[in-house]
């Protein structure tokens, strides 16, 4: 008796109940896309300027500005996740299935590490400074709703290749195709 151990991931038809999948892995490419590239440039920004209270308003993270590692590490995962989304907004428009897998792929990557992360983050500085739970509450609450959104776009990427690779499968190869024996 073999055991199925293959996870499945669930699949939608739509995407919020209204639009298309397609329309729907576009906006969620883009919707990721813009606020990362603002926090990029907003962290460029930050490490370029030496006002210690403009880098702490303008900084990207809730406990201000932790240093040069802190930054370029977020910088990175900044960059990852745009091309990321510029992976998935060239998958969704041309409809390459590999370009969604590679998306889902990269995205579960990701969320799994910045998970680690705020967990290290976060116990590292709640150990050093107890008097800032409510900014570690902050913390978790986006990182729950930024996390939950992703997840909701490798269900909704993946019920978007499934249909592509399902599409893909009903057609014939290349070379299959019959001409038809007259000219009409």
């Known amino acids: 008796m073999a055991i199925d151990t293959a996870i ?3 699949r939608v038809q739509n995407c919020c109940c209204c639009c298309s999948l397609k329309c729907g892995v576009i906006a969620l490419s883009v919707v990721f896309m813009v606020p990362t ?3 990029l440039v907003l962290s460029l920004f930050i490490s ?3 006002d210690v209270s403009i880098s702490r308003l303008l900084s990207p993270s809730v406990f201000g500005y932790y240093g040069e590692i802190i930054g370029i590490g977020d910088s990175i995962c900044d960059v990852v996740l745009i091309i990321l ?3 998935l907004l060239v998958g969704a428009i041309k409809g390459k299935y590999l370009l969604c897998r590679i998306w889902i792929i990269g995205t579960i990557v990701f969320v799994t590490i910045m998970f680690i992360c705020a967990i290290v983050g976060s116990s590292y ?3 050093n400074n107890p008097e800032t739970a409510h900014e570690l509450g902050f913390l978790w609450a986006s990182i729950a709703f930024e996390e939950g959104l992703l997840i909701y776009g490798v269900i909704l990427v993946n019920s978007f290749a499934e249909g592509l ?3 893909e499968a009903s057609l014939p190869a290349y070379g299959q ?3 038809p024996p007259e000219p009409i």
């Open 177 to 179: 195709v019959e001409e």
């Open 8 to 10: 499945s991931i669930p």
């Open 165 to 167: 690779r399902e599409t």
């Open 85 to 87: 989304c510029v992976i």
């Open 48 to 50: 370029t300027t030496t």
């Open 125 to 127: 500085h709640g150990m």
């Open 37 to 39: 590239l603002l926090n």
